[in-house]
């Protein structure tokens, strides 16, 4: 019934998956195991080489969606940055975006800069904290470390503006909840200078290393046809070499009138999907550098929202471009205080359908490179 | 009132004492004693100054201040004594708990963290006792299903073999070594091959997936670095034509053979790394992939004897990496022992009233030379043995060279990825097996050209 | 059963929704007015025009209609995958929603674009998800990347997915026994 639409991989010769069960091993890659995640990955292989790998998300699932029906738009916030604390003003931002939407309200010009400036470096703790963990999946316990410790510096700034390291609940309708500590502007430019110098110091030891170059190349190839056909999205997709970039694309807040960049490469393997976040992090130095620059230094931080809003009846769905890739927050509203449906669409999720498809016909030893790689995060996918 | 012990009693307190004294002096008597005077029958005692060292005599002399430099020294220079502790395995033991330190600190300092810090306040030293405490107190858990003798002979028998190859290794001159066997590199190629042996049946006994792949990828990793780690060390027996490992250093009294043969040690620091499971081959323990590897299902001091056989096996293959191409103990002594003519003859003092002749009785350290006319003996080739100074210089190079070379084994691990199984394969059946050829092509054109080897100009 | 007399009625149910953004947004966008034209003018009687604002349409689609929309939108419009599929319960209409969002990564003149794809299937009051007939076909030959989101939806709401290779639970434990959690009738405790 349903044809194949994704061509078979090229299986390596002499690699045959009928009438051989009694070869095939299978393993339960996850939950409990250090090469996993929050979740299962069901590993068939053949001797080194994976034959089939079916992933089981679902570990960490908290039913985000179902409580926020119960809650009304204000108190819903901090709870929806849960899926991804290290990402937290990213995984919020549709959210916030939606419900001003749907309340029908103006953000003030320095709110946006300032939402803007908590994205980014919110952007870069994430990355630190994925990069440290692909280090430690390839065994580089250097790339581990260095990534945990340099983090803290943003997170020490995050503390400094929000009053939280990891949770923030910083975005909220209307502007953001508080305004920067006076001298923000001097302390943000000094860390995140230090910051730039620092992850440029990673090429040296990470990814100009030539074992990580010459295991994770050609490793997991996702070609451009499979990575629009699978729907993937953010770091995965500009590694096959295509350019789609929301914040660019489709500007929220103030995006457009910064000059942004983004960053495609063409060959779609392990290494690059693996470079790209890495690559947008100096460019989130850049974003962050000329937002501090154009951002009014006085000025309302917050428009004032009515105690308990309630929304249109009415269905937005916002985007944005979160650490991993497009964030979507679809809101079906009814006039009342609490969304009526809210859908998380995040990029965890998207992208986990190029697991089973990547992985198939690699190496065991691939598999950390392949699933890491594809900057996936657990506990986002399962909401 | 008291929560601590809220059913006290002195009365079961006292009985609990009681009973404790009574078995033990019960068992001590019926079988203590018993064990002692066997081992006693059966241990070999020393002859001191004529006398037959029994157990009342050694008991005696303890308290006779003259009788004591004999006792030490004949305990030093017993067998027990080196294979227990100084060229055997309380030695190797500890630059074994050396190198773990040093390499939690040095990666700490690599990857700009403090690493043990608390523990035994200063820099964290007394980390590894409270590691090892901990393991010692946990619980060992079997798999249901595992094969339970060979799970529990694995680790033994890994430490077993790891303590076998350490004992191979001289470390000083005048045969400081637990078996000086003419044959001392084919012994070590030997004693290497049992440790696949060693990790498949462990890992195949464990009667677990993670613990299988394992396994079976150490025994590609070892079967395949073994070549190479063999042909490496062929070099060097060409040319000095010989198999003992203290004359193999000895041959090196002049310039080390990794001046020689640069390739061969280049590809036997590889061989270690991959012997050894070290971090850029750490694929049988690759932690993201396969859990533990063929460690996953060891737990409490299980583990632990496979650490410390493994560490063991760190130290045994940087000391022959020493001892093969960085020349061993030799190397500039620091504290000559004193001329001969002090001893036989004596320098004539002018004009001093007394006896004209000064002469001394022992040319170095009394404690450590066995005879006080030691170096006379070895200068008339008498005896085996070196004198004192000799010997802690020798020991002090040796230990140098290694940490040395222990440090650059460690290095690694802050610097590189893993590599995967087909890389490794490739790197060990094509790369470095054609170099180590090539470096026995060197080895047979330096001997053929007549530059080193019998006959040699150099 | 009650197909065929259930799903002709929820078409006329919506227009309360529709019409507020109607009567508000009275500027119609041209753009994204051209390429909804494209699939109403194909099919004229079994779609309809939810709303067309700015980079955001809706279409709802007749349920028995969805997969031929959709192969019709896949092969004559830019969008090329689907950015997510949400599942709605209206247990007012005795219907459950499903959305889905495509977009278009190779036409960079329709990148801003969403268009969500909209249809309804009946809703039981004792579900057996799976043998009964809240079922759907399923679009993953048209767009591969809602194959997850399909499953989700299975175990969340209970629609099944005809011509999906594996209906199995995605996020929720293998022994769940009670009602798919996201329908409206599964309370949450102490709410």
């Known amino acids: ?383 | ?458 | 059963m009650s197909t065929s007399e259930t799903t002709p009625p929820p078409k006329e149910i919506p227009p309360p929704k529709a019409a507020p953004p109607e009567k508000t947004k009275p500027p119609v966008p041209a753009f994204e007015k051209s390429y909804v034209d494209q699939i109403t003018n194909q099919f004229s009687d079994d779609v309809e025009v939810e709303y067309i604002k700015e980079n955001r349409t809706r279409v709802n689609v007749k349920k028995e209609k969805i997969a031929e929309v959709a192969k019709f939108i896949k092969d004559n419009t830019p969008f090329d995958h689907a950015e997510s599929v949400t599942g709605v319960d209206f247990p007012e209409d005795k219907e459950i929603g499903v959305i889905y969002h495509l977009g278009s990564y190779t036409d960079p003149t329709y990148s801003k674009q969403v268009l969500a794809l909209a249809t309804r299937v009946p809703r039981e009051e004792n579900p057996n998800p799976g043998n009964d007939s809240t079922k759907l076909q399923s679009l993953r030959d048209m767009f591969y990347s809602v194959e997850f989101h399909e499953r989700e939806i299975f175990e969340m709401l209970g629609v099944y997915f005809e011509g999906h290779p594996d209906n199995r639970r995605l996020l929720l434990p293998e022994d769940w026994a009670d009602l798919p959690p996201l329908r409206k009738d599964f309370k949450n405790r102490g709410r």
């Not at chain 1, 030891?205 to 170059?213: A, Q």
């Open chain 2, 1 to 458: 009132m008291s929560v601590i012990a809220p059913k006290f009693r002195l009365g079961y307190f006292l009985k609990g004492i009681f009973d404790n004294a009574f078995w033990i002096l019960t068992l001590v008597t019926l079988a203590g004693i018993p064990t002692i005077q066997i081992a006693l029958f059966l241990i070999p005692l020393p002859v001191i100054n004529g006398q037959l060292l029994t157990a009342y005599l050694a008991f005696t002399w303890l308290f006779n201040p003259t009788m004591q430099i004999p006792l030490i020294k004949a305990l030093l220079y017993s067998d027990l004594f080196r294979i227990a502790a100084f060229p055997g395995f309380g030695f190797a033991a500890l630059i074994a708990a050396g190198t773990i330190f040093v390499e939690r600190k040095m990666l700490a300092k690599l990857q700009l963290r403090v690493g043990p810090f608390y523990c035994g306040k200063i820099e964290g030293i007394l980390q590894l006792v409270a590691d090892g405490l901990k393991l010692i107190s946990k619980e060992i858990i079997i798999p249901a299903k595992a094969d339970k003798p060979l799970f529990w002979a694995a680790p033994v028998l890994f430490v077993g073999t790891a303590a076998a190859f350490v004992a191979l290794i001289p470390v000083a001159p005048g045969g400081w070594v637990v078996a000086d066997l003419d044959v001392g590199l084919l012994a070590v190629f030997a004693v290497i091959g049992f440790f696949p042996i060693i990790t498949i049946l462990s890992a195949w006994s464990a009667n677990s997936k993670f613990p299988f792949i394992g396994g079976i990828r150490a025994l590609h990793q070892m079967v395949s670095f073994e070549i190479p780690l063999i042909l490496s060390l062929l070099g060097v027996v060409i040319l000095t034509g010989t198999l003992n490992l203290s004359e193999i250093v000895e041959s090196q009294s002049s310039f080390p053979w990794i001046i020689f043969m640069p390739i061969g040690a280049i590809v036997f620091f590889i061989t270690v790394l991959a012997e050894l499971e070290r971090i850029p081959f750490d694929l049988p323990e690759a932690e993201s992939e396969i859990v533990a590897g063929w460690l996953t299902e060891f737990s409490g001091m299980i583990y632990g004897l496979v650490q410390l056989g493994s560490y063991l096996k760190l130290y045994a293959f940087a000391a022959l990496f020493v001892i093969i191409f960085l020349g061993g103990w030799t190397g500039p002594v620091f504290w000559p022992p004193l001329d001969v003519e002090l001893i036989t003859e004596g320098i004539p003092i002018p004009n001093y009233v007394g006896d004209p002749i000064l002469t001394v009785t022992t040319p170095g350290l009394p404690l450590l030379d066995k005879d006080p006319n030691e170096w006379v003996m070895q200068q008339q080739g008498e005896l085996v043995y070196t004198s004192g100074q000799l010997l802690v210089s020798g020991v002090i190079w040796f230990v140098l060279k290694t940490v040395g070379v222990i440090f650059f084994i460690l290095l690694p691990r802050g610097v590189f990825p893993r590599i995967r199984l087909d890389m490794l394969l490739h790197i060990g059946w094509y790369k470095l097996i054609g170099l180590s050829f090539v470096n026995i092509f060197i080895a047979l054109g330096l001997v053929y050209a007549g530059v080193i080897g019998p006959g040699g100009i150099l």
């Open chain 1, 1 to 383: 019934m349903a044809e194949q639409v994704i061509p078979t991989k090229k299986m390596p010769p002499g690699l045959q998956v009928e009438n051989v069960d009694d070869r095939i091993m299978t393993l339960n890659v996850g939950p409990q195991h250090p090469g996993s995640g929050h979740m299962r990955i069901i590993v068939k292989i053949d001797g080194d080489y994976i034959v089939d790998a079916d992933p089981d998300p679902g570990y960490v699932h908290r039913g985000e969606e179902k409580m926020a029906e119960s809650r009304n738009y204000i108190t819903n916030i901090p709870h929806l940055e849960r899926p991804v604390i290290h990402d937290s003003c990213n995984i919020l931002y549709p959210y916030i975006l939606g419900v001003e939407d749907l309340v029908g309200i103006e953000v003030p010009e320095r709110a946006k800069y300032v939402r803007v400036i908590a994205a980014e470096l919110n952007r870069c703790i994430y990355i630190q904290y994925w990069l440290a963990i692909y280090g430690i999946f390839l065994g580089h316990s250097t790339m581990f470390m260095w990534p945990t410790g340099d983090r803290e510096l943003l997170i020490d700034l995050m503390e400094k503006i929000t009053g939280a390291r990891v949770t923030h609940a910083y975005f909220i309708p209307g502007g953001v909840r508080n305004d920067v500590p006076a001298n923000f502007e001097d302390v943000c430019l000094r860390q995140v200078n230090y910051f730039e110098k620092r992850i440029k110091e990673y090429a040296d030891i990470f990814y100009d290393n030539p074992i990580l170059k010459a295991r994770t190349e050609d490793t997991g190839v996702l070609s451009r046809e499979d990575a629009i056909r699978l729907g993937t999205t953010g770091s995965v997709l500009r590694a096959s070499g295509v350019d789609y970039d929301l914040r660019i694309k489709e500007p929220y807040d103030v995006y457009d009138e910064l000059d942004v960049h983004t960053n495609v490469l063409k060959e779609g393997d392990s290494y690059a999907r693996s470079k790209i976040p890495w690559l947008d992090m100096l460019e989130s130095c850049n974003i962050i550098r000329q937002a501090l620059e154009k951002m009014p230094k006085s000025g309302s931080i917050r428009k004032k929202l009515k105690p308990n809003p309630k929304g249109r009846n009415d269905e937005v769905y916002h985007r944005v471009e979160s650490g991993r890739g497009s964030a979507g927050c679809h809101i079906i509203s009814r006039e009342k205080p609490e969304p009526y449906r809210l859908k998380l669409s995040v990029s965890s999720f998207r992208n986990l359908i190029a697991l089973p498809y990547l992985l198939k016909g690699e190496k065991l030893g691939n598999m950390p490179a392949v699933y890491w790689s594809l900057n996936y995060w657990p506990v986002e996918a399962d909401r």
